[in-house]
């Protein structure tokens, strides 16, 4: 069985088409500037040259046109006719409190993702343009939504609601949903499939730490806590979000500098985080450890902020769930920066986690890298949201 797998942004589309038989990628590409002069459309297939053409995408219909084009081109597809793709997953930023799993795409999702376009204005619409540019492409190949947010609606009101007058809740939905959702339901799994946690042995913490980043604490694959909220911007320092802060702070800067909301809400989502911290260094983690080593005291101070809030996070996430069994890393920093980790876990040596300095130097595999008497087992597992999406859409579609 063939899946493709759709990640829409506004102005970009990223895909994968994987052998759901061998759970492996036989092509995988990405759309640019769509709707914007200067289009480009980058294919991979394993093992031969990369194919780039440049072509206007004036919508995501074109996009998807052109993608289909390359996977069936008698020179460098890898299919001989569309009807070969069985089904195509998408990722879908928002499904408000309706979806608490992945569907197949009918007229009613179409309608709840369109609701939910107040929730995630960036995402919401171009997911629903990459599904409706699929419909018109490939009719009667079925279509699935997964959903970012299935996972935190697995929190209980007393974790996602907000303390604030009901009726914002009632009226419009406001609550904590949590993101990463995809990525902390796989990593949770294969942390429990891959460490082999025995039943009532799963009280699993996710740190999934990349530019983006947030930790969840699940039971049995269910989430009881994530640290994102109503959108990405609550939870921790990340690289160019702050994370939670006083609310208060938003009305002191709009005020004083004379900033609507929207603007200063785009400065909380874009120039702040670790990059604001290191003095506008970076963004990225291997400037901001090289500035560390060097001496900088805004990458230290950054790279000490970041840490201090995971900890804080992990601690609490510990405290929630009256223990732990497992703690897993993944994503760009969790999955290759062996420094971070050990310096994070440090912080719970009290409670006899010990890791393996040695064990702990790998990178972007799958990996045990606590001491075998360690109090709890400590794994790197890289996360693959796109084979999580196509897993769930095989699911889905052969039922
Ligand atoms: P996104 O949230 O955009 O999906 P990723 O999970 O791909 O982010 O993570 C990207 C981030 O991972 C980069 O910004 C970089 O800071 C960090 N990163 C990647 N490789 C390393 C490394 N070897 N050491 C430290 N940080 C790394």
């Known amino acids: 069985m063939k899946v493709l797998v759709i990640n829409a942004g506004s102005s970009s589309l990223k895909y994968q088409l994987i052998d759901m038989d061998h759970e492996s990628v036989i092509a995988k590409g990405l759309c640019e500037r769509i709707g914007i002069d200067g289009s480009k459309h980058t294919y991979k297939t394993?093992?031969?040259?990369?194919?780039?053409?440049?072509?206007?995408?004036?919508?995501?219909?074109?996009?998807?046109?052109?993608?289909?084009?390359?996977?069936?081109?008698?020179?460098?597809?890898?299919?001989?006719?569309?009807?070969?793709?069985?089904?195509?997953?998408?990722?879908?930023?928002?499904?408000?409190?309706?979806?608490?799993?992945?569907?197949v795409v009918d007229e009613d999702v179409k309608k709840v993702i369109r609701e939910c376009f107040d929730l995630g204005p960036l995402h919401n619409p171009a997911n629903l343009m990459g599904i409706e540019a699929c419909e018109a492409n490939m009719p009667g190949t079925p279509n699935v939504a997964v959903f970012d947010t299935s996972f935190g609606m697995g929190m209980e009101p007393y974790a996602y609601r907000y303390a604030i007058p009901e009726e914002y809740y009632t009226k419009y939905q406001l609550r904590r949903y949590g993101f990463h959702g995809t990525s902390h339901n796989f990593v949770s799994h294969e942390t429990i499939s891959y460490g082999k946690l025995p039943e009532g042995h799963r009280r699993v913490i996710v740190c999934h730490l990349g530019n983006g980043s947030s930790i969840s604490a699940s039971v049995d694959g269910k989430c009881l806590e994530t640290s994102m909220g109503l959108t990405p911007l609550e939870g921790l320092v990340m690289g160019t979000r702050s994370g939670s802060l006083d609310p208060a702070v938003v009305q002191f800067i709009c005020d004083h500098e004379n900033m609507s909301v929207d603007d200063c809400l785009t400065m909380l989502n874009k120039k702040s985080g670790v990059l604001a911290l290191s003095g506008n260094k970076s963004s990225d983690f291997r400037d901001l450890r090289q500035g560390e080593l060097d001496g900088d005291e805004r990458c230290q101070l950054a790279l000490e902020s970041f840490r201090h809030h995971a900890i804080m996070t992990i601690g609490g996430y510990i405290s929630a769930m009256g223990g732990?069994?497992?703690?897993?890393?993944?994503?760009?920093?969790?999955?290759?920066?062996?420094?971070?980790?050990?310096?994070?876990?440090?912080?719970?040596?009290?409670?006899?986690?010990?890791?393996?300095?040695?064990?702990?130097?790998?990178?972007?595999?799958?990996?045990?890298?606590?001491?075998?008497?360690?109090?709890?087992?400590?794994?790197?597992?890289?996360?693959?949201?796109?084979?999580?999406?196509?897993?769930?859409?095989?699911?889905?579609?052969?039922?």
């Open 46 to 103: 394993p093992g031969r040259e990369d194919y780039v053409e440049e072509a206007p995408m004036p919508t995501h219909q074109q996009a998807i046109a052109l993608v289909l084009k390359a996977l069936v081109d008698p020179d460098h597809g890898v299919v001989s006719n569309i009807n070969d793709i069985d089904a195509v997953g998408h990722r879908v930023l928002h499904g408000g409190s309706t979806y608490t799993q992945s569907i």
């Open 324 to 399: 732990v069994d497992a703690i897993t890393f993944t994503a760009g920093i969790g999955e290759n920066d062996g420094d971070m980790r050990e310096k994070i876990m440090k912080h719970f040596a009290y409670m006899g986690i010990k890791i393996d300095e040695e064990k702990n130097q790998v990178r972007g595999e799958k990996m045990e890298i606590s001491t075998p008497d360690s109090t709890v087992r400590v794994f790197v597992i890289p996360t693959n949201e796109e084979l999580a999406i196509a897993r769930d859409t095989v699911r889905l579609v052969t039922r």
